[in-house]
T-cell receptor, first 113, second 113 residues
Framework: GDSVTQMEGPVTLSEEAFLTINCTYT??????LFWYVQYPGEGLQLLLK?????DKGSNKGFEATYRKETTSFHLEKGSVQVSDSAVYFC????????????FGKGTKLTVNP | GAGVSQSPSNKVTEKGKDVELRCDPI?????LYWYRQSLGQGLEFLIY????????KSGLPSDRFSAERTGGSVSTLTIQRTQQEDSAVYLC???????????FGQGTRLTVV
């Protein structure tokens, strides 16, 4: 069935460091891919998405590219800030497959000043 | 124009009691999800409603858990004979259609004592 595997962390970085959180997926159909973020004490919110191969999603300085050949959707940011400290979840929704949103286990990021 | 609304925000119940958790999705959204998030853990899928289709109940952990969605809108998640391991945050989300991003509520924190 559909599944998402992401780097579990926790990840601790200094401010202005480069961030990569790896995410790979397994899907039977044509998935849309998402990154969600959960800031401390807040609910989940969509960070970015990509709906087809080679699409790049971007928001708040974060980027992720839909790579069908490697079944990956890695999250990157060139220079993290303390305010980026949160838990990040990779997810997919598989049109032609199960269709429900399937999440990875989440990666906790802490950025120190 | 409000987002996904969940009630109650917090619930403390005694072991063995039944509880009902409510979710009001965004108006017009056809898809509705329930997830469970235990402390420090990822998102565990529980159930998925899509329009008038039969719900995907594959994530319900036992027959003590059930959910319904009346009139394609409000949903209620019922847990019978609660156990301490049911303690978690229960999250509801809705989507406007298949394979699009989900919008999450703030969750109901359930504590079974």
């Amino acid at each position: 069935g559909d599944s998402v595997t992401q780097m579990e962390g926790p990840v601790t970085l200094s401010e202005e460091a480069f961030l990569t959180i790896n995410c790979t997926y397994t899907a039977t159909g044509y998935p849309s891919l998402f990154w969600y973020v959960q800031y401390p004490g807040e609910g989940l919110q969509l960070l970015l998405k990509a709906t087809k191969a080679d699409d790049k999603g971007s928001n708040k300085g974060f980027e992720a590219t839909y790579r069908k050949e490697t079944t990956s959707f890695h999250l990157e940011k060139g220079s993290v800030q303390v305010s980026d400290s949160a838990v990040y979840f990779c997810a997919l929704s598989d049109q032609g497959g199960s269709e429900k949103l399937v999440f990875g286990k989440g990666t906790k990021l802490t950025v120190n000043p | 124009g409000a987002g996904v609304s969940q009630s109650p925000s917090n619930k403390v119940t005694e072991k063995g009691k039944d509880v009902e958790l409510r979710c009001d999705p965004i108006s017009g959204h056809t898809a509705l999800y329930w997830y469970r998030q235990s402390l420090g853990q990822g998102l565990e899928f529980l159930i998925y409603f899509q329009g008038n289709s039969a719900p995907d109940k594959s994530g319900l952990p036992s027959d003590r858990f059930s959910a319904e969605r009346t009139g394609g809108s409000v949903s209620t998640l019922t847990i019978q004979r609660t156990q301490q391991e049911d303690s978690a945050v229960y999250l509801c989300a809705s989507s406007p259609q298949r394979n699009t991003e989900a919008f999450f509520g703030q969750g109901t924190r359930l504590t079974v004592v």
